[in-house]
T-cell receptor
Framework: SAVISQKPSRDICQRGTSLTIQCQVD?????MFWYRQQPGQSLTLIAT?????????ESGFVIDKFPISRPNLTFSTLTVSNMSPEDSSIYLC??????????FGSGTRLTVV | QKEVEQNSGPLSVPEGAIASLNCTYS??????FFWYRQYSGKSPELIMS????GDKEDGRFTAQLNKASQYVSLLIRDSQPSDSATYLC??????????FGDGTTLTVKP
């Protein structure tokens, strides 16, 4: 299965600022997925990132708040913009899919103060 | 009703016992089912997948699927303290969507 390097692993940010999370995959993949896991809760899909096209966002998530880049088949970034304490969460990138399940990056633990 | 429901636990079993984790889902058209293990502070790790009714065994893990009852379970035999983690059930629907349950926290006591 693919190996994903995700960084930063954690960060503490001031409200109103932005943080960009990076994910690098060791093989080429068509789709990358960005999830959020709030404390004590399960995984919520933010968006699906395809190379060469705009990301597809799930209900409740918008591009202005969570812009995503996918410049090639091995890399993607998620930016959390204009952060508030409610954005404090773990953010995970993943690859894989519906048939065989997902492999996740190590996660970014974000705290907004 | 949540799309994927799991007992929140915590579930506590003694070392060597069988741990039984349960999951129900609402979308009758769901086709593939997964169990992920998530250690505290770590990301989820895929441990089992099942696609057809019946049992699927992999080492100490057995996944069971009953589509008529919309029920999937994970049995862990000879539970070890290292099995202590949160177990997430995930269900993939025909609509191309993967939905995760909230997870069941398992503690295996030595």
């Amino acid at each position: 299965s693919a190996v994903i390097s995700q960084k930063p692993s954690r960060d503490i940010c001031q409200r109103g600022t932005s943080l960009t999370i990076q994910c690098q995959v060791d093989s080429q993949v068509t789709m990358m997925f960005w999830y959020r896991q709030q404390p004590g809760q399960s995984l919520t899909l933010i968006a699906t990132a395809n190379q060469g096209s705009e990301a597809t966002y799930e209900s409740g998530f918008v591009i202005d708040k969570f812009p995503i880049s996918r410049p090639n088949l091995t890399f993607s970034t998620l930016t959390v913009s204009n952060m508030s304490p409610e954005d404090s969460s773990i953010y995970l990138c993943s690859v894989g899919g519906l048939t065989y399940g997902y492999t996740f990056g190590s996660g970014t633990r974000l705290t907004v103060v | 009703q949540k799309e994927v429901e799991q007992n929140s636990g915590p579930l506590s079993v003694p070392e060597g016992a069988i741990a039984s984790l349960n999951c129900t889902y609402s979308d009758r058209g769901s086709q593939s089912f997964f169990w992920y293990r998530q250690y505290s502070g770590k990301s989820p790790e895929l441990i089992m997948s099942i696609y057809s009714n019946g049992d699927k065994e992999d080492g100490r893990f057995t996944a069971q699927l009953n589509k008529a009852s919309q029920y999937v379970s994970l049995l862990i035999r000879d539970s070890q303290p290292s099995d202590s983690a949160t177990y997430l059930c995930a269900v993939n629907s025909n609509a191309g969507k993967s939905t995760f349950g909230d997870g069941t926290t398992l503690t295996v006591k030595p």
